[in-house]
């Protein structure tokens, strides 16, 4: 009883803290631009494929991680100044769209260099798991959890210390009063976007040795990390995090429970039961309507 | 005389007709036609959701979901149950708008695009469940689905037909249907537009909080019209289901709302023969891409950015733009 629970409590809790980090991505785009960046989940597939890619070639763990972070920061870089950035004056609902053209293409991409197969990752430590009343911890979980507490931790650090990271925040609270301030926002909208690969990239490859990974997953992770920060209140950085560890919990709850066929089902739910009876979210709260 | 005719509202309906009626001489075989009426019939379902982003400003992630449950709704009822074609689809219009009000009504209360979070999640639940119930639905492998009857006249891709003592085959007689059905949903939003309705939707796009000071149940038309755009996309998944006579949930998938929805802003959100074009462009792009193979994908979300980075406002009002302004310059020369 108690085992099959922490089994699912497990599950739950190390897809939810990957659910986080992509509502975290999500979230900070859409602060800074209002964007909701459905492009976001190709980063996840571009850090765990890079990496494997890279490995397999025989380059060393580490070097091959930090060198698929790097690339899928470029690419949040390059997704910013090339397509975002040149449609100014665009609705964003076009913006959107321009998101969905780049996830697509950067899929396309994928799907000619690393081909339509699964990629199994090695686990970063040992592959034995390990035993907890009877349930079965992946030792890669606790790669993933570490790995997720301290990348928020860094980020709230990034927000509340450092000057670019202010100015970020500064830049999402009211665009024009930042440039009046001297801020460059566009530089700060690029920062935002390199950001959000990092953050999409760590989390592709911390999962990917659960996971798998293949050039075509990023679309469902995508969404779901969007469900999250939905359900914690899109914008809020609190909201994401716990909006990403609640959907993997009911989810894997629901899973083991209920059917696993409805597994799917359960985020979508969630969203509905959130926008009928709390629609800011979780931690939306605060969020002010300008008119 | 002339020049009051093309102002008129009718005069795209008029040059959309001729269009339909001249297209048939450049269709060599029945696959042109399988084509075309397959584009009419997927404009018809964007002309309908058009009418919620180009006029409600609000956009649906879901509209597949709305387009596959009616699809399934007449291929269970025909099929497994024996019914007619009208009342299925009738029946199934009046079940996929009571989910739209259900869903609409609480939700387009507020401010932002939280109807796109809540269609997306309908779309994939709905989707989830056409998958699962196997016993109803054949789960993802699909179900064959009986050919149109109306008043027990049987339309099928396979049969042969007369019209006015000419001789024609089933995919022709289709393609009448899907043009007459097309014309219809066109004139029936160019009217809605410019009815009371209308207005009062645009009103609320341009401003909302505008349009509810002057009075305007800004909720309550954004949900009627959100309503009036599901019932577009169950009847036009309806006729789908019949024309193709075969259907699996990947007419509810995520990817076929992400195509409603591009087809749209692509052909230019508010413009009701743009959102045609846009469809007519989008089924036409992986035709004209196959022969990249591989490259498809690539070549198909570049040409998506593109686009939109260039025409933000889509490829119609982009290009009647650039038309009348070379008009009025040449007009101006001449002067």
């Known amino acids: ?291 | 005389m002339l020049n009051r005719f093309m102002q008129s509202r009718l005069r795209g309906l008029v040059i959309l007709a001729l269009i339909l009626i001249i297209l048939p001489a450049f269709l060599g075989n029945p696959f042109h036609y399988e084509l075309v009426i397959q584009m009419a019939i997927i404009a018809a379902t964007v002309v309908g959701l058009n009418l919620l982003v180009g006029f409600a400003g609000q956009i649906s992630l879901g509209h597949a979901g709305f387009f596959g449950l009616g699809a399934y709704f007449t291929g269970i009822a025909t099929g497994t149950y024996g019914w007619s074609s009208l009342p299925a689809l009738v029946v199934g219009a009046v079940v996929v708008g009571t989910i739209a009000w259900l869903v609409g009504r609480p939700i387009l209360r507020l401010k932002g695009h939280y109807l796109s979070m809540a269609t997306l999640a309908v779309g994939f639940i709905i989707a989830i469940i056409l998958n699962n119930e196997r016993a109803i639905t054949g789960g993802p492998d699909g179900m064959p689905v009986p050919a149109l009857d109306l008043f027990g006249w049987e339309l099928s891709t396979f049969g042969r037909y007369s019209l006015f003592g000419i001789e024609i085959s089933g995919v022709q007689a289709w393609y009448i249907l899907a043009s007459v059905v097309l014309l219809a949903a066109v004139w029936f939003a160019l009217n809605l537009i410019e009815s009371p309705i209308g207005r009062a939707l645009r009103s609320v796009h341009g401003s909302e909080v505008a349009a509810s000071v002057v009075g305007v149940d800004t909720a309550k038309y954004k949900s009627l019209v959100f309503v009036i755009s599901a019932i577009y996309a169950s009847v036009m998944g309806g006729l789908y289901a019949h024309f193709q006579g075969f259907i699996t949930p990947a007419v509810a998938s995520f990817e076929f709302s992400i195509l409603f929805i591009t087809m749209v802003v692509l052909g230019g959100m508010g413009s009701t023969f743009g959102v045609i074009l846009g469809a007519v462009v989008l089924k036409l792009l992986p035709q004209v891409l196959a022969d990249f193979q591989e490259l498809e994908t690539v070549m198909f979300g570049l040409i998506l950015m593109l686009t939109m980075i260039f025409m933000p406002k889509g490829l119609l009002p982009t290009l009647t733009a650039a038309v009348s302004k070379r008009m009025r310059k040449k007009a101006g020369g001449e002067a």
């Open chain 1, 1 to 291: 009883m108690l085992a099959e629970f922490l089994q699912y409590l497990f599950t739950g809790i190390t897809i939810g803290a990957t659910y986080a980090l992509i509502a975290l991505g999500f979230t900070l785009i859409y602060n800074a631009s209002h964007v909701i960046n459905f492009a976001q989940g190709e980063f996840l597939m571009i850090g765990g494929m890079a990496t494997v890619s890279l490995t397999a070639m025989g380059v060393p763990m580490v070097i091959a991680v930090v060198l698929a972070v790097i690339l899928a920061g470029v690419l949040g870089i390059a997704l910013q100044r090339f397509a975002i950035a040149p449609a100014k004056q665009a609705d964003v609902v076009t913006l959107i769209i321009i998101t969905i053209g780049a996830s697509i293409f950067i899929r396309g991409i994928a799907q000619v260099v690393w081909g339509k197969e699964y990629h199994v990752m090695q686990n970063f430590s040992t592959d034995q798991p390990i035993q907890v009343f009877g349930a079965v911890l992946n030792s890669q979980s606790l790669w993933v959890l570490g790995i997720g507490a301290v990348m928020v931790v860094a980020l709230v650090l990034f927000f509340t210390k450092t000057l670019i990271g202010k100015a970020i925040l500064a830049t999402s609270m009211n665009k024009e009063a930042a440039r009046l301030v001297g801020i460059r926002t566009q530089m700060v909208l690029m920062l935002a976007f390199m950001v959000s690969a990092l953050l999409g990239s760590v989390a592709g490859i911390v999962v990917a040795p659960i996971t798998f990974t293949s050039y075509d997953i990023g679309i469902i992770l995508g969404l779901k990390g969007f469900v999250a920060a939905a359900i914690g209140g899109l914008g809020s950085g609190v909201g994401a995090v716990v909006g990403g560890l609640a959907l993997g919990i009911v989810e894997a709850m629901a899973a083991g429970y209920i059917s696993s066929d409805y597994k799917d089902a359960v985020a979508f739910s969630m969203i509905l039961l959130v926008l009928f009876f709390m629609p800011r979210g979780l931690f939306g709260a605060k969020v002010v309507e300008r008119v």
